[in-house]
């Protein structure tokens, strides 16, 4: 009997152990928070404060726990994006509003050090405690932006509850004090502090683009992370009344703390106008950029613009120093020319009116014309969404309130009258057979998938009956004749009969998908965790790390050349297989 109690301790101890180790994160190697377990819901009868001081006992164990005579068990997993998203509503898809999940992860520090709390939550409140510290609550306003978290040498502990408001999840990350750290003061030149100014921070070695506010004493801090030593970093502040101020930051390294001062003012800028040869017309819409030159007369940074309904444009905060100018033509960049056919140099000086009396003449860019169809003319609503072109070059526009369709002469008009859920319509897509699909942006109790039989709804699918979730942003179709459908659900492959789901659950990131595009096997995923390439069962996910300018992906396509087109949260990027080619609004 001895013997058959030790072997049932020792698997005890053993399970308790691998448990444990299921929500274990090493913050020396991963500022991320990745790794959770997860128990509930619970409803508000349950006092969270009834169960939390067992969460940090040092023989905790994950047991299960029965509350209202109903038994909840520990669920462990994994975030496997570069955000580290965790996405309760997908774990617990019955969850009401006001019930509540509590996670524990341990977090292990090789040395005791001061970080910076990172968090993201959605469609719930949240409360987060360490080391049986409260260090954050959503609902109130004491905790500011960089909440500073010490960490214990060796092992921390971690409990988290999330409130429900629909479709809880959360995103946690602690930045280590290897980060750098840029702070201090913006006034005006009479001394007053200038609070709300917009403070923005580039690394054009990278170009990446970071924008924080000074608070309402005049205050900002940027911080830095991860930190490239070699980067060439500026600071650009945008103050009230077209005041300014931008300075060259140098020796940015890691762990380093920086304090920077700002006073902004009136600055000399570049400023001129786009005609056409004639001179006659402006040019809208035209690309300008300023081309920094360095001591050498080199090109090092460079700043864009582009031309208003007058054709002008206008430089108003860049350093100063000499500058060639340059537009994008058909096909490239055009420079602005001397007399003697030379690249033109401009040069701006600090206390100066600034270069006003620019004017170039270029070929027209913008060809034809442009006939506008509105709200007047027929349209369901003025509030657009994605179209499709049917085989008789019938448009097909997904509308705030319904479906156009338009056959060039004729509108017609397909609303909740005629069946539609009344929701906004996120995607519309035709498949091989030419039916009609229509994926609505809903909600919990509304929305889906509708499919069109003409212009008469024929079928809808709902969370009820299948579908991962109720808002469908994406539709695509695989090579087998499968609908390949993404939204708040994840990923769910449907061949009309049923579907297979992939989503947080089972590591996809976040398991919320903005869009999707087909590319023969591979399936490409834009996530509110990275880029994600499905090919069989394996995903592979692209982050900052990989050269993305972000982690934020709202949409991805085939751009020319067979190369990939990426939408993202700070700007696009271009990948050709091997590497991300980026542009963002320094471009």
Not at 185 to 190: F, G, I, R, S
Not at 539 to 568: A, C, H
Request: with cysteine.
């Amino acid at each position: 009997m001895k013997i058959v109690k030790s072997i049932v301790l020792g698997y005890l101890l053993l399970s308790g152990l691998y448990a444990s180790s299921q929500s274990n994160n090493q913050l020396d190697n991963d500022h991320v928070i990745r790794n959770f377990a997860f128990i509930g819901p619970f409803n508000e009868s349950i006092n969270i404060d009834s169960i939390i001081d067992r969460f940090f006992a040092d023989d905790f164990l994950y047991e299960n726990i029965i509350s209202n005579e109903k038994e909840r068990e520990w669920k462990f997993f994994s975030s496997k994006g570069p955000r580290g998203q965790h996405n309760l509503w997908q774990i617990y898809k019955g969850i009401k509003t006001e019930e509540y999940v509590v996670g524990r992860a341990t977090v292990v520090s090789q040395e005791e050090q001061e970080t910076i709390f990172r968090r993201g939550l959605w469609f719930g409140r949240a409360k987060i405690w360490i080391n049986k510290n409260l260090i954050y609550d959503s609902h109130d306003p004491k905790y500011e932006d960089n909440i500073r978290v010490k960490f214990n040498k060796g092992s921390n502990t971690i409990v988290i509850q999330v409130i429900s408001f629909g479709q809880p999840g959360f995103l946690m990350q602690f930045i280590p004090y290897s980060r750098a750290e840029i702070s201090g003061l913006v006034k005006d030149k009479n001394g007053n502090t200038v609070p709300f100014a917009n403070v923005s921070l580039v690394n054009f070695s990278e170009k990446r683009f970071f924008q924080v506010q000074t608070n309402e004493k005049g205050e900002y801090t940027h911080v830095v992370f991860p930190v490239n030593s070699d980067g060439v970093y500026y600071c650009f502040i945008f103050g009230r009344n077209d005041n300014y101020h931008n300075i060259r930051i140098k020796d940015v390294k890691r762990g380093s703390r920086k304090k920077l001062d700002h006073i902004v003012q009136k600055r000399s800028s570049i400023k001129g106008r786009v005609l056409t040869m004639d001179q006659k017309s402006k040019q809208f819409g035209i690309l300008i950029q300023a081309v920094h030159l360095d001591n050498n007369g080199n090109e090092d940074i460079y700043f864009s613009k582009y031309s208003d309904k007058d054709g002008s444009f206008e430089f108003k905060n860049i350093p100063f120093g000499k500058y060639f100018l340059r537009y994008h033509g058909k096909d490239d960049y055009e420079y602005f020319l001397a007399e003697d056919g030379r690249r033109k140099k401009y040069t701006l000086i600090k206390d100066s009116n600034g270069i006003s009396d620019i004017e170039i003449s270029i070929p027209s860019l913008v060809k034809g014309t442009w006939e506008q169809v509105t709200y007047l003319d027929g349209l369901q609503s003025d509030y657009l969404g994605p179209f499709v072109i049917d085989e008789k070059n019938i448009i097909w526009t997904a509308t705030y309130s319904g479906i156009t369709v338009y056959d060039g002469k004729e509108m017609l008009n397909i609303t909740k009258d005629d069946g539609l859920p009344n929701r906004p319509i996120g995607s519309l897509f035709i498949d091989k057979t030419s039916n009609v699909w229509v994926g609505i942006n809903g909600d919990l109790q509304d929305g889906g998938l509708v499919k069109l039989n003409g212009t008469t709804v024929s079928d809808k699918i709902t969370i009820k009956n299948g579908l991962g979730g109720n808002r469908v942003w994406g539709i695509e179709e695989n090579i087998n004749g499968d609908l390949l459908l993404v939204g708040d659900g994840g990923l769910q492959i449907y061949n009309k009969k049923e579907f297979e789901i992939f989503d947080y659950t089972n590591g996809l990131t976040g398991g919320w998908i903005n869009k999707i595009f087909v590319e023969g096997n591979t399936i490409w995923l834009a996530t509110h965790d990275g880029l994600v390439a499905k090919n069989g069962k394996k995903f592979k996910v692209y982050s900052l790390e990989d050269g993305l300018p972000s982690n934020w992906i709202n949409n991805v396509t085939k751009g020319p050349e067979g190369k990939l087109w990426i939408s993202t949260n700070s700007g696009f990027s271009i990948f050709d297989g091997i590497g991300f080619e980026n542009y963002s609004v320094i471009d």
